[in-house]
Structures are given as C-alpha cells and as structure tokens.
C-alpha cells in the first residue's frame, strides 16, 4: 500500500502559474501509473493527466492540452503536475491516484476505477 500526499496548491490570478507536486510513501511508486484528476463543487472527478511507469507515455483531458504537463520522478517517487496559463474554470480539488494497471488491457487512465491509491487533495482556486 502506499500513500500520496498533494502540495502546491493555492490562490492564483488567471493566465498564472502552479505546480502541484504527490509525493509517495513507498519506493514501489516506480510501478504504479499515476494520474492528476480534479472535482470542482457540484462536478464529477474527471481526469486531468496520467502518465505511464517510466514516464514515457502521458496523456491528457482535452481541456488541458497545451498548458499543462504531467511528469515524475521516480528516484525522489514525486509526481508533478506543471499548469501553465490557468483559466477560472480550472478551479477544483486536484487529487493524485495511483493504478496497479499500467500497461494492462484493462488499464483506462480516464476511468477512476483504474486507480486504487488516492491522496487527499489540493485546493486550487484561479481568480478572474
């Protein structure tokens, strides 16, 4: 079992900057896939980003194409989420989630119930 715990979040002016960081409990964090997700009030989870093991394959939800990026660390078992150009409608919770599934056939990185490990969550709230 492992535990994830979010940091970096906060209040910030549209078109700015944040970096969200998870950092793991367990060294096993290297074969886990990881994904952001984030819930804003009165909204369903939705997928933000996932990213594969190694890091060599991510993907994205269309709505954060181009602004933000997913990565990972894994000697310091981190995970990253760098938001670029933040818009108002990007203000949610923004949680970190581990999957036992990466590279499976049954592995979905948009579907919550890939993920198995979840942190607790990081406010971030982007202000018009």
């Known amino acids: 079992q492992v535990s994830l715990v979010e940091s970096g979040g906060g209040l910030v002016q549209a078109g700015g900057s944040l970096r969200l960081s998870c950092t793991a409990s367990?060294?096993?964090?290297?074969?886990?896939?990881m994904g952001w997700f984030r819930q804003a009030p009165g909204k369903e989870r939705e997928i933000v980003a996932a990213?594969?093991?190694?890091?060599?394959?991510?993907y994205y939800g269309d709505s954060v194409k181009g602004r933000f990026t997913i990565s990972r660390d894994n000697h310091k078992i981190t995970l990253y989420l760098q938001m670029n150009s933040l818009k108002p409608e990007d203000t949610a919770v923004y949680y970190c989630?581990?999957?036992?599934?990466?590279?499976?056939?049954?592995?979905?990185?948009?579907?919550?119930?890939?993920?198995?490990?979840w942190g607790q969550g990081t406010q971030v709230t982007v202000s018009s």
């Open positions: 989630a581990a999957s036992e599934l990466g590279g499976t056939r049954w592995y979905d990185p948009r579907s919550l119930s890939s993920y198995v490990y």
């Open positions: 990213i594969s093991e190694s890091g060599g394959n991510t």
């Open positions: 367990e060294r096993t964090f290297s074969t886990y896939a």
